[in-house]
């Protein structure tokens, strides 16, 4: 097994639900602008999501039980904008809704 798979595995699963993400906008006929945000030291926010002038903040985790939590740089910059945390089992709904 490719030592470099967990990391790697990570990396693609945010990759997939980015493009199905903004795969839907298209069809659904909305488009949105599309940001991750990250400090000097390496605080981030994978996903930043405005549509019609509403940001949102998501962050993906493959491992359900993985922590995620929002950057205080992050929250003190941007007090008001909602963050979500995508994992396998609520994959749908971040898709879908």
């Keep these: 097994m490719d030592k470099r ?3 790697d595995k990570g990396a693609l699963w945010e990759n997939f639900i980015i493009s199905e993400r903004i ?6 006929g909305y488009y949105g602008q599309y940001w991750f945000w990250r400090t000097a030291s390496r605080a981030e926010v994978d996903l930043l ?10 962050e993906f985790k493959y ?3 993985a922590k995620a939590r929002l950057s205080p740089a992050f ?10 945390v995508v994992a396998p089992a609520n994959l749908d709904d971040f898709l879908l809704d």
């Design 63 to 65: 491992n359900p039980m």
């Design 5 to 7: 798979f967990p990391e």
């Design 23 to 28: 795969k839907r906008g298209f069809i659904e």
């Design 75 to 84: 929250k003190n910059a941007y007090p008001d904008t909602p963050f979500q």
């Design 49 to 58: 999501e405005e549509i019609d002038g509403g940001l949102s903040a998501y």
